[in-house]
């Protein structure tokens, strides 16, 4: 599966934010879906990620409750809500897959990688 993210921008801290990612193909549904995130200097981190079945979800401990991914599959799509954000968000967020993925965590987990897409938020 190709993957396209895309929504990112310049945003006030408070305000929300949803990215996308587009896959291509016509099995989508089987894949589990993350999102990463990597600001200047840092190394890439876990954001989020939903199972292929969409049965669960994992969140990192910083956007638990600001956060939420979800996907389409009609739409080959998934999703990532993000409320009140912090200065501390600003990064480049990816958007990865797995094929019968579940929701890890772990960076080496994910298989395939999308283009990512800027979030800068300013206080």
């Known amino acids: 599966v190709q993957l396209q993210a895309s929504g990112g921008g310049l945003v006030q801290a408070g305000d929300s934010l949803r990215l996308s990612c587009a896959g291509s193909g016509r099995t989508f549904s089987n894949y589990g879906m993350a999102w990463f995130r990597q600001a200047p200097g840092k190394a890439r981190e876990f954001v989020a990620a939903i199972s292929w079945r969409a049965g669960s979800t994992t969140y990192a401990d910083s956007v638990k409750g600001r956060f939420t991914i979800s996907r389409d599959n009609a739409k080959n799509t998934v999703y990532l809500q993000m409320n009140s954000l912090k200065p501390e968000d600003t990064a480049i967020y990816y958007c990865?897959?797995?094929?019968?993925?579940?929701?890890?965590?772990?960076?080496?987990?994910?298989?395939?990688w999308g283009q990512g897409t800027l979030v800068t938020v300013s206080s």
């Open positions: 990865a897959a797995k094929l019968y993925g579940s929701a890890r965590y772990e960076y080496d987990y994910w298989g395939q």
